[in-house]
């Protein structure tokens, strides 16, 4: 055993393409860093679970792992869901020692993989009569909310595009509103940018709502397994060991 495992948790979800996608990025952060045991895990609804990985690695003699969140806030899974079940699988396992790093966040690699997506669909941000809708998840914690809407106001004022940020569930504004103000600020032409780390079931609800609201609009692909997202994964845990190593 040369590291410690980093264990890469996602959500989960019941479309297979966003499963697929964790896996490939997973291997692109494997392939990044091919000193350092890397696995995918899910919160919810995709296989292998959060307790079957960290069972695994217990099983095959570690004794230290560090589980990076792939999600975009500090949100409800963030902040509840993957500490209680690490909580659960350490209290059967008192010798595993399970250190949570930080979520990806708004972090800039991130957002210039979203604006190189953007780009790709031939929007042009520099273009002050585009309107892009910042499509995001969306949460019931409102801080989590709120790094969309910054980052939302900090492309405008970086570009020169008018930016409104839209949520696929649980927070408003969504698409057709975002798009109504946007048409308010004079936006003529519209497009989409994707806040999605994966495909699923709320992008393509994203997608379906742009369809309606701006028939014609370019939609920008998710982030997905992104050399630039498998650097961030590493930072997330490199900085979790110092952490671990300062406080040990």
Known sequence: MTSIPLVIVAHGSRDPRSAATVRALTDVTRAAAPGVDVRAAFLDLSEPSVAEVL??????????????????????????????????????????????????????????????RLAATG?????????????????????????????????????????????????????????????????RRFAVASWFLAPGLLPDRIQDLITTAAPGSPVAGPLGAEPRVAE???????????ASARTA
């Open 55 to 116: 069972t695994g690695l217990h099983a095959e003699g570690h004794r230290e792992v560090v589980a990076v969140p792939l999600l975009l806030g500090r949100a409800y899974h963030a902040r509840v869901d993957l500490p209680a079940l690490v909580d659960e699988v350490t209290s059967r396992l008192p010798r595993l020692s399970v250190t949570i790093a930080d979520v990806l966040g708004a972090d800039p690699l991130l957002e210039a993989v979203a604006l190189d």
């Open 123 to 187: 929007a042009d941000t520099a273009d002050p009569a585009l309107g892009v809708v910042l499509g995001a998840v969306g949460s019931s914690h409102a801080t989590a909310n709120a790094v969309v809407a910054r980052l939302a106001r900090d492309w405008e004022n970086r570009h020169g595009c008018l930016v409104v940020p839209a949520f696929a569930s649980a927070a408003r504004p969504d698409v057709p509103a975002a798009v109504a103000k946007l048409r308010a600020r004079g936006a």
């Open 232 to 242: 961030v994964v590493l930072a997330r845990y490199t900085s979790a060991l110092a």
